[in-house]
């Protein structure tokens, strides 16, 4: 493997401008990942039915859920990737690389198998209105018979990601943005395809992002080459599984407790189930600004943890934290004053218009919130102390989250402004925890 170029080295240079720089391509990627669902659920909601948009958003839950999971276990790969970076061990980010493929093919089969044998149930255990169960269950299994390119649609992106690349990525994003586009408006909008259209384009639109960059990569010079003497289950696999695991627990409960939400959310209505998924597809924008700031603090603390600059990465953190909450507070006054402008653009039905902006009222505060608690997970992570961040994850969850969405699911003519309330409650809850963590942790690295 070669050195790394000055814009992908962390390890020094005025922090915003480094930060900021490898930030901008990941938020963008986000922007157009959230594009494909948002898209999914405009098109079936305009050419489709009320019921079709139930089985875009609850079967998106679902999907949601096994995609996460890979995703947490992809950042044990990130760490170590930019880990052995900073301290220049890279013969073994080259074998890390080969024993992460031969993982995340064998995962990409097993999830095909339980997402296909597993759809109705999962569907009827969201208590899916009955005339969305059956599109909920044709959306997971064509969803799931495509997942090996789900799978490593993700994990290239975040192998890139640790080597400091960012910009990458967003090609593959946006070459999936523009097949899923046009999937979409060809199978559900000409074709009148409906959910399946909108799934049959969602894993099209993977597929090729894949293909194609498979094709990228072996064409541009990169900072790390694939051996296919590494391409098993080594060492390696280990090491980022033990770092990813925690995550992974975190991810799949946490992301459980929103499919009970949702199964809250349900037991209201089809006009409160349908204005949920609407209000989610706005969350996942709401949401982009924490997420790009966590995807970037991992990297950037983890090559300064192997580099051994512990000031850079607490630099670091308090950077993006401000980044962040000076960002998220527009986003936070946008959505609770205009939520109900946002929820028009995927549907015309007034009565889920008004539930979308119930909900949306109440879920504005996380706007600001989770940028200052994304931003402690990213350091945490970048610190491989992913244990904490599975355990915070949980207490949040399981102690705040759930009890207060549920309590409010029964009072008599229940809103979902409270129910969206129950989620920046529980994000402040988790930074109070990162608080006492980190002045914990800070006492133990100056020991050292």
């Known amino acids: 493997?070669?050195?790394?170029?000055?814009?992908?080295?962390?390890?020094?240079?005025?922090?915003?401008?480094?930060?900021?720089?490898?930030?901008?391509?990941?938020?963008?990627?986000?922007?157009?990942?959230?594009?494909?669902?948002?898209?999914?659920?405009?098109?079936?909601?305009?050419?489709?039915?009320?019921?079709?948009?139930?089985?875009?958003?609850?079967?998106?839950?679902?999907?949601?859920?096994?995609?996460?999971?890979?995703?947490?276990?992809?950042?044990?790969?990130?760490?170590?990737?930019?880990?052995?970076?900073?301290?220049?061990?890279?013969?073994?980010?080259?074998?890390?690389?080969?024993?992460?493929?031969?993982f995340f093919l064998a995962l990409s089969v097993v999830l095909t198998a339980v997402s296909i044998s597993c759809a109705r149930p999962l569907a009827l255990a969201m208590q899916t209105p009955e005339e969305a169960v059956e599109h909920t269950v044709q959306y997971i299994q064509i969803c799931g018979a495509g997942f090996v390119f789900i799978t490593f649609y993700n994990f290239i992106s975040a192998m890139l990601r640790g080597v400091g690349d960012s910009r990458t990525p967003l090609i593959f994003v946006a070459i999936a943005s523009v097949v899923n586009i046009i999937g979409d408006l060809i199978l559900v909008a000409g074709l009148k395809m409906n959910v399946a259209g909108a799934a049959i384009a969602t894993v099209l639109a993977q597929a090729v992002s894949v293909i194609l960059s498979l094709w990228i990569i072996k064409r541009k010079k990169m900072a790390f080459t694939f051996k296919r003497k590494h391409f098993r289950f080594g060492s390696e696999v280990p090491h980022f599984v033990i770092l990813g695991l925690p995550l992974t627990v975190q991810s799949f409960l946490t992301n459980f407790s929103f499919l009970a939400l949702n199964a809250f959310v349900n037991r209201l209505g089809l006009d409160a189930s349908s204005g949920y998924g609407v209000a989610q597809k706005i969350q996942m924008f709401i949401m982009l600004i924490p997420g790009a700031l966590m995807q970037s603090m991992a990297p950037f603390v983890s090559q300064n943890v192997g580099a051994q600059n512990e000031k850079r990465a607490r630099s670091g953190m308090l950077c993006g934290q401000a980044l962040g909450a000076g960002i998220g507070f527009f986003i936070m006054i946008a959505t609770f004053f205009f939520g109900d402008y946002l929820a028009r653009l995927f549907t015309a039905d007034e009565a889920v218009i008004a539930r979308a902006f119930e909900f949306l009222r109440g879920f504005s505060p996380e706007a600001v919130v989770t940028c200052i608690l994304f931003s402690f997970l990213g350091y945490f992570n970048g610190h491989s102390k992913s244990l904490f961040v599975m355990v915070q994850g949980l207490l949040q969850t399981f102690l705040v989250r759930l009890p207060l969405s549920y309590i409010m699911s029964i009072q008599p003519d229940a809103t979902l402004t409270g129910i969206g309330a129950a989620a920046p409650t529980a994000t402040a809850f988790g930074i109070l925890l990162c608080v006492v963590y980190y002045k914990s942790l800070g006492r133990t690295l100056n020991r050292k």
């Open 1 to 102: 493997m070669s050195t790394l170029d000055d814009k992908q080295d962390f390890t020094q240079g005025h922090i915003f401008s480094k930060l900021a720089a490898f930030m901008v391509p990941i938020l963008f990627s986000l922007v157009l990942q959230s594009l494909n669902g948002a898209v999914d659920m405009l098109i079936v909601g305009r050419f489709g039915t009320t019921a079709g948009i139930s089985g875009v958003s609850v079967g998106g839950n679902v999907m949601n859920l096994f995609t996460i999971v890979v995703n947490a276990i992809t950042m044990g790969v990130t760490v170590l990737m930019g880990q052995y970076i900073g301290a220049k061990r890279f013969d073994d980010v080259e074998k890390l690389i080969g024993n992460a493929v031969a």
